[in-house]
C-alpha cells in the first residue's frame, strides 16, 4: 500500500492524507499524524475531520490540537 504513492511522490507531488489513510489502516497512528501534520491546509484536511478512517487517531491529542488550529469544531 505504501510503495505506490512512496515511489510516485518522487516524481509529483502526492497528498500527504494519502498517505495519513494508509498509515492509519496500518494501524500507526504516528506516522498518520506525522503525515496529518504535512497535510496542514484547510483545503487538504478538511474532509478528514468528519472521515470514518480517522476513528482510529480522532482522540488522540494531536488530532485535537490540529483541529484546534483550524478553527474546525472537535
Same mark, same amino acid.
Given at each position: 500500500?505504501?510503495?505506490? *504513492? ?9 497528498? $500527504?492524507?494519502? /498517505?495519513? /489513510? ?8 504516528? #506516522?498518520? +499524524?506525522?503525515?496529518?501534520? #504535512? ?12 472521515? $470514518? +478512517?480517522?476513528? $482510529?487517531?480522532?482522540?488522540? *491529542?494531536? /488530532?485535537?490540537? +490540529? +483541529?484546534?488550529?483550524?478553527?474546525? *469544531?472537535?
Amino acid at each position: 500500500m505504501l510503495s505506490k *504513492p512512496q515511489r510516485i511522490s518522487t516524481e509529483r507531488y502526492v497528498n $500527504p492524507i494519502d /498517505f495519513v /489513510f494508509v498509515y492509519e489502516g496500518l494501524g500507526e497512528n504516528d #506516522k498518520a +499524524l506525522e503525515y496529518l501534520e #504535512k497535510a496542514y491546509a484547510p483545503r487538504e484536511i478538511a474532509g478528514i475531520r468528519s472521515d $470514518p +478512517l480517522s476513528d $482510529p487517531i480522532r482522540a488522540d *491529542p494531536r /488530532f485535537q490540537a +490540529l +483541529l484546534r488550529r483550524m478553527a474546525f *469544531p472537535q
